[in-house]
């Protein structure tokens, strides 16, 4: 039974370029959770999407957006990508909005 | 606003002894506690949880502890073993049932190293 799936695992791109990761859940999830972790830091929620809807959302700029497919996998889309986005981007899906969280091992994103 | 803290950042503890971990948190709606551990170029796995309901969960090796009135919450590992070396986080989440909040909220973490 695969787990999170995310892509890509490493990610190197210029200020100012737009950048896409993507997550498939793990079977029977239906939620995706997107998160990101600065170095040295703990993670910090962007937002979740349940029913291709984006439910809630945390402190980011509108620079972070998203979606979710209807086989429910997830996009994180960043534009104008800035030195502060350098992070490690975690995806975690779940049956419902918190049961059972199941994290992916992350994207880790280089902004130079 | 950081509302869960971890305020230690390392911990390094001998094998077969035990680790405590600690973790406060400032937001009175959390309901329900989580830790994970993490080991480098992985996701955080999910250790153990606990409740508002009640002070004490324990599996296996590992226990926590809640002091609601203190926002306290602690993780002990007995006995501690090379393999429990990782980045532990602590994290909370509010009553489901009074807000439509489902994020977690996670502290700093702690890095565990277990010696031979």
């Known amino acids: 039974d695969a787990g999170v799936t995310q892509s890509p695992t490493h990610l190197i791109k210029t200020r100012g370029q737009q950048v896409t990761l993507r997550c498939s859940p793990k079977?029977?999830?239906?939620?995706v959770s997107w998160y990101q972790q600065a170095l040295g830091q703990g993670p910090q929620f962007i937002f979740q999407?349940?029913?291709?809807?984006?439910?809630q959302r945390g402190n980011f700029p509108d620079r972070f957006s998203g979606h979710q497919f209807p086989n429910y996998s997830s996009e994180l889309n960043v534009n104008a990508l800035l030195l502060g986005d350098s992070a490690l981007y975690l995806c975690?899906?779940?049956?419902?909005?918190?049961?059972?969280?199941?994290f992916g091992s992350g994207t880790r994103l280089t902004v130079v | 606003d950081q509302q869960v803290k971890q305020n230690s950042p390392s911990l390094s503890v001998q094998e077969g002894r035990i680790s405590i971990l600690n973790c406060d948190y400032t937001n009175s709606m959390f309901d329900y506690f989580l830790w994970y551990k993490k080991y480098p170029a992985e996701g955080p796995t999910f250790l153990i949880s606990i409740s508002s309901i009640k002070d004490k969960n324990e599996d296996g090796r590992f226990t926590v502890f809640l002091n609601k009135s203190a926002k306290h919450l602690s993780l002990h590992i007995v006995p501690s073993q090379p393999g429990d070396s990782a980045v532990y986080f602590c994290?909370?989440?509010?009553?489901?049932?009074?807000?439509?909040?489902?994020?977690?909220?996670f502290g700093a973490g702690t890095t565990v190293t277990v010696r031979a």
């Open positions: 994290a909370a989440s509010p009553r489901l049932i009074f807000s439509n909040d489902y994020k977690l909220s």
């Open positions: 079977s029977g999830h239906d939620t």
């Open positions: 975690a899906s779940s049956w419902g909005p918190q049961e059972g969280y199941t």
């Open positions: 999407y349940y029913e291709e809807e984006e439910r």
